[in-house]
């Protein structure tokens, strides 16, 4: 056999390898964390454990859609703590966790689907409320509610404004309807998700004072040929008007 001939056909192996290479095996399967972050993800009957069909959410109803679309299996899980499921989804191959923000210093601890939704910071106030700011220095001057231990809690307090906080972040929008609160530190949509299961409406955003947006973070184990299929799906669905829907259809 002539070297050229020999060439041609290893050149020809390694693209045939390479196909195969990219074709992801029927039986394999992701398995999916997430936690009680209402809108986004919560167990239907409102406990820290629940498995596939008694869970929802915003990026439930899109996450399975998506793996649908894109036709990867997954089995899916709600528990808590999240520092737990975020672990196991940071080591243990073909696991994934949603939704979390993608910080600079996760970048490469993980492969991402997304963005799935935003996850605002923002001040709400009452619809007759003559408040207005055009920064967090202008809401020194007011009593403003938060969840206790959240990242908006906390990062209020490193800005010295000293916030009422509250248990349960759905408690900030009874007390800012009855008037004991100025303000509501939270995040949007879930302020406006929470706020509508409480029964209280007619509240207004102030001020927006950090934007991000949420992802699907996966083991860096899972096979590139998955991530693309799963982003190309989500890209789509975006494209046809189907993650729009989704949210609105919660809000």
């Keep these: ?13 390694m693209v045939l390898a390479g196909a195969a290479r990219a074709e992801v095996d029927e039986h394999y ?18 406990k820290n454990f629940a498995q596939e069909d008694n869970i929802d959410g915003i990026a439930v109803d899109i996450v399975r859609e998506m793996f ?27 696991y994934g966790v949603f939704v979390t923000a993608r910080l600079p210093e996760r970048e490469q601890s ?18 007759d409320s003559p ?11 007011y009593k403003v509610g938060a969840y206790k231990g959240d990242a908006i809690a906390e990062y209020l307090i490193q800005q010295k404004l000293e916030p009422v906080t509250a248990l349960r972040d759905q408690e900030n929008a009874k007390k800012l309807e009855k ?14 998700y929470l706020a509508r299961q409480e029964g209280v409406g007619g509240l207004k955003t102030v001020l927006r004072f950090n934007q991000a947006e949420l992802f699907l973070a996966l083991n860096k184990d899972v ?29």
């Design 29 to 46: 399967s992701v398995v999916l964390l997430t936690e009680n972050f209402p809108p986004y993800n919560m167990s239907i009957n409102g």
């Design 179 to 192: 008037g004991q609160i100025d303000l509501w530190a939270t995040g949007d949509p879930a302020g406006r």
């Design 68 to 94: 649908k679309r894109a036709g990867v299996k997954y089995s899916l899980t709600l528990r808590f703590p999240w520092d737990r499921i975020y672990k196991l989804a940071l080591e243990k191959p073909g």
């Design 131 to 141: 408040i207005s700011l055009s920064s967090l220095d202008d809401a020194r001057q």
């Design 223 to 251: 096979p590139d040929e998955v991530v693309n299929r799963l982003q190309a799906s989500l890209d789509q669905m975006r494209a046809e008007g189907f993650v729009d829907e989704i949210l609105d259809s919660y809000l």
């Design 1 to 13: 056999m002539s070297k050229r001939l020999l060439l041609a056909l290893a050149g020809t192996l």
């Design 110 to 127: 993980f492969k991402w689907v997304g963005p799935i939704g935003p996850d605002d910071w923002v001040m709400l106030a009452r619809a």
